[in-house]
């Protein structure tokens, strides 16, 4: 398996930059999930890597070589990449067997495919036609033809994105089950980042055209490098605070911080005084207990969205605690009900970014 | 800079989007200029016309269209063009109704009987019906005639958009309300306008285009009198006037297409689940249905093959044409195959051009070629023959290429509309896909796009060699010297008033024409109906 190395790579369609630079590494054997909101460049940057489109600058490199540069092009058909579009794009003319023998030198064309169809758990159904398997199936399909070819990396276009929600928990275990037994590299690109988070080894954020941050999971989700990744991995409150030493002043208490070691890595102006900042504080970081207790602040509670084994509460903190709305996970048994008045703790060190 | 990303294909990028073309790296500039030539071809008789008519000069021209001629034949032309088109509108729309969403007892026979008559020309329908009985003729004639011979043409696309439409906007409607017959006409038949628009347009651009049939049965419209002042009198200028016009006519028609397609922008919400709409209880109706369609097939169908039938047996065996109708029947075929390959390839490039590279210029080329609907065969006849004997210096004056070249051009949409319909059946992520598993373009060519996109190449095929093998009116005026077709062999007959000898040969254009007629009908049926309309 091989490390692919993206460095600087541009394009724009006219006038409209879609990629500005990006910069990612995937190490071999690794899965990268890239996510970003739509529009933001992932489907791009896939055809780029598979090599239908050119780049307009930078360079891919697979295994230290490079396939696409300033001298260098690979066609699409000599890159090794197997590539798993959308809605799997399985050939509606030619039966499982024929699909994922597709890419098979001619010999091995009528009898090759049996291994990798045992492997996605679709042996049996060879002779089928594409329109005769479930949405899920297609998709397990679709990831067999890209294996057969032992491909150097493997590229996932938001495959679960047409398979509905039971469907799609299953099927995502079962590739990445899949995938892990063919040890392959892989980069999947999805708009989920619920996908990202729960599937990825690495997950790297695409925004305007640059990757503003590739991390493990737990980094990315505690340590979001700023406010933008913060909501869009998981549910965030940013409140106002007042950076002392290694406590931040807020509407609710005098909190501990975590990653100073982070920004001071970074040679920040080092803490000459008290200086405003934004807090992070995800939704269970903070705990809900009766109003006036021991809690810092109180607020009252505006809508509880019940999820089973969790309820999402929104809760409007007081006027004397500034009136702002904060957003709490709490367990799914915990009883809640609008109207009520409650306190809010905060129970864990937080991140905070310089305002 | 390095890299070389022209304007152009950074444009086309962009608006393709994640479609992205794979066969990029083909210069589209190939492409573009293949199909330039293809539409310049197809532009040829229109400009040819308009040359014809300066040779006249247009005061001369001008005093021709404005005559009391004129005024009677736009007369005859439009009032038969709305009475058979709302017939037919009528006709089809329930016959497609009855066959697609109601309990009635054997549809799948009935969905084959009921487009039969597609296959037989109008002309010969005419001879049926006129040979059989005098009174069949003028405009109640003309009427009768040419909704048999027509009203497939509206039963196809409506029973299309029946078999694809949503049939939860049905079930919405009644549990909004409204009752069956209201759910019927602000639904059902809502869901199918589009369907039903286009087929009425075709069904007028259809009778614009006629002359067979109106000449046997003596009624008299803007293509009778331009053979007549062309092929009879020599009067160029007249015949000019009057194509003119007739051209006109076309394009007024044509422009209706728009409005057709506003309004027919069927949707489906969700994924395109395959759910049968629940059939319609006939019950006491049965009967009547049954009756109706009976009557249809009999009147549309039973009348020409039995006239057919019946004059060879009442000629008895005196006149055995075995040869010629042999001969004739081999000239059909070959002209026809010719012209069938030689429009489906044309057909091609233009195709490609539009979908692959989706950028507005392309696609108003596209869309411009669909205007040689506008011109009839006679109009596109009359301008190749006359340019070629008069400014050409007689290349190709009269010859097989030049008759292959006419049918082309005349056919030309036809083909267009299946390639085009087949390419979208072939995205190009599976290209993209078969090349990122190792295969070479030639290859991906061979074992992706050719297989994909062959059976509406042989639907292009088969829908021009059949409109080639029916077709009467440019072959009567370029037919080579000395050769026969059997629709122009049929024509001599008949004018002579040899029914006994005309018949066989009509006889052999049904049969001839029914095998490609069959092949369409299984393509049409397996195409998903918004890639086949949707042009």
């Known amino acids: 398996m091989s490390e692919l190395q993206i460095t600087d790579l541009h394009k724009s369609y006219g006038a409209h930059p879609v990629l500005a630079g990006v910069e990612l590494t995937v190490p071999a054997g690794s899965l990268t999930a890239i996510v970003g909101p739509s529009g933001s460049g992932k489907t791009t940057l896939l055809r780029l890597l598979a090599g239908f489109q050119r780049p307009d600058r930078g360079t891919i490199a697979i295994a230290g070589r490079t396939i696409d540069g300033e001298r260098e092009f690979v066609p699409a058909e000599r890159r090794r990449i197997g590539y798993v579009p959308q809605e799997g794009a399985l050939f509606p003319h030619l039966t499982v067997q024929a699909n994922v023998a597709f890419g098979l030198p001619r010999a091995r064309r009528r009898n090759g495919a049996g291994d990798l169809l045992e492997m996605v758990g679709l042996a049996g159904l060879e002779r089928r036609y594409p329109h005769q398997l479930s949405g899920g199936q297609q998709q397990r399909v679709a990831l067999a033809r890209a294996l057969a070819v032992d491909p150097q990396i493997v590229l996932l276009d938001e495959p679960f994105a047409s398979l509905d929600a039971h469907l799609r928990a299953s099927v995502r275990e079962d590739v990445n089950t899949i995938l892990d037994k063919a040890d392959a590299t892989t980069v999947l690109v999805t708009h989920d980042q619920d996908e990202a988070l729960s599937l990825a080894d690495r997950v790297a954020v695409l925004r305007d055209g640059r990757i503003v941050q590739c991390a493990t999971p737990s980094d990315l989700y505690t340590r979001p490098v700023d406010q933008e990744v913060a909501r869009f991995i998981g549910k965030a409150n940013v409140i106002d605070g007042v950076l002392d030493g ?33 807090v992070l504080i995800r939704p269970e970081q903070i705990e809900l207990g009766s109003a006036g207790e021991e809690s810092a602040a109180t607020g009252r509670i505006v809508r509880a969205g019940y999820h ?48 | 800079m390095a890299r ?53 000069g247009a005061g001369t021209i001008a005093h021709l269209i404005f005559r009391s001629l004129t005024a009677t034949l736009l007369w005859n032309t439009v009032r038969l063009i709305v009475v058979v088109t709302l017939l037919c509108a009528i006709i089809g729309t329930v016959t497609a109704w009855l066959i697609e969403r109601t309990s009635l007892p054997g549809r799948r026979f009935w969905a084959v009987l009921v487009v039969v008559p597609l296959a037989i020309p109008d002309f010969v329908v005419s001879f049926g019906w006129a040979s059989l009985s005098t009174s069949v ?18 039963y196809l696309p409506v029973a299309a958009s029946f078999r694809n439409a949503d049939p939860g906007q049905e079930e919405v409607a009644r549990s909004l309300g409204a009752g069956r ?23 007028a651009l259809v009778i614009l285009a006629e002359y067979g049939a109106f000449e046997i049965l003596g009624y008299q419209t803007f293509t009778t009198e331009i053979f007549t002042e062309f092929g009879i009198s020599f009067n160029v200028p007249a015949a000019s006037a009057l194509s003119l016009v007739l051209v006109l006519l076309g394009l007024i028609v044509l422009s209706g297409e728009g409005l057709a397609r506003g309004r027919g922008r069927v949707s489906r919400s969700g994924p395109l689940a395959q759910r049968i709409a ?10 009547v249905a049954l009756a109706g369609l009976g009557l249809l097939v009999g009147l549309a169908l039973g009348v020409p093959v039995g006239a057919a039938v019946y004059w060879i047996l009442e000629s008895g065996r005196g006149y055995l044409t075995g040869v010629s109708l042999l001969d004739a029947g081999w000239h059909t075929a070959l002209y026809s195959g010719i012209a069938a390959a030689l429009t489906t390839l044309m057909a091609l490039p233009v195709a490609l051009l539009a979908l692959r590279h989706s950028k507005r210029a392309y696609q108003l080329l596209e869309r411009g070629t669909y205007l040689v609907l506008a011109m009839p065969g006679l109009v596109i006849a009359l301008a190749l023959s006359y340019f070629t004997e008069r400014d050409a210096n007689g290349f190709l004056y009269q010859s097989a290429p030049l008759l292959i070249i006419a049918y082309a051009i005349l056919f030309f949409p036809l083909a267009l509309v299946c390639v085009r319909a087949s390419l979208a059946q072939a995205p190009p992520d599976l290209e993209a896909v078969a090349r990122s598993l190792g295969q070479r373009r030639l290859a991906v060519l061979g074992r992706v796009t050719l297989p994909l996109i062959g059976p509406g190449l042989a639907a292009g095929f088969c829908l021009v060699f059949l409109s080639a093998v029916t077709e009467l009116t440019a072959t009567l005026i370029l037919i080579p010297t000395g050769v026969q077709t059997l629709s122009t062999q049929f024509w001599a007959y008949e004018q002579n008033l040899a029914y006994g000898q005309a018949a066989p040969f009509a006889l052999a254009i049904i049969v001839i024409a ?11 049926d397996r195409l998903p109906s918004r890639a086949a309309f949707a042009r």
């Open chain 2, 514 to 524: 029914a095998v490609p007629s069959y092949v369409l009908g299984r393509f049409f």
């Open chain 2, 4 to 56: 070389p990303v022209t304007a152009g294909q950074a444009e086309r990028s962009a608006t393709v989007g994640r479609m992205a073309p794979a066969l990029r790296a083909q210069a589209p500039w190939r492409l573009l200029a293949i199909s330039l030539a293809v539409a310049l071809v197809l532009v040829l008789p229109l400009a040819f016309l308009l040359l014809q008519a300066s040779d006249a």
């Open chain 2, 278 to 287: 629940e059939r319609q209880r006939l019950g006491a109706w049965t009967p």
């Open chain 1, 308 to 355: 089973g084994h969790e309820s999402l509460v929104d809760v409007r903190l007081g006027p004397e605690h500034g009136g702002q709305l904060l957003v709490v996970r709490v367990p799914g048994g915990t009883h809640v009900s609008p109207g009520e008045r409650v306190g809010l703790t905060v129970c864990d060190a937080v991140l905070t970014w310089p305002a």
């Open chain 1, 246 to 278: 290694d406590h931040v002043q807020t509407q609710l208490g005098n909190l501990p911080v975590t990653g100073q070691e982070l920004r001071s890595s970074r040679k920040r102006p080092s803490s000459t005084g008290p200086r405003p900042v934004s």
């Open chain 2, 137 to 154: 003729q003028g405009f109640r004639g003309a009427v009768l005639v040419m909704t048999l011979a027509v009203y497939p043409l509206v």
């Open chain 2, 181 to 203: 017959l209201a759910t019927f006409w602000r639904i059902t038949i809502g869901q199918a306008r589009g369907a039903i628009l286009g087929g009425c347009l075709l069904v």
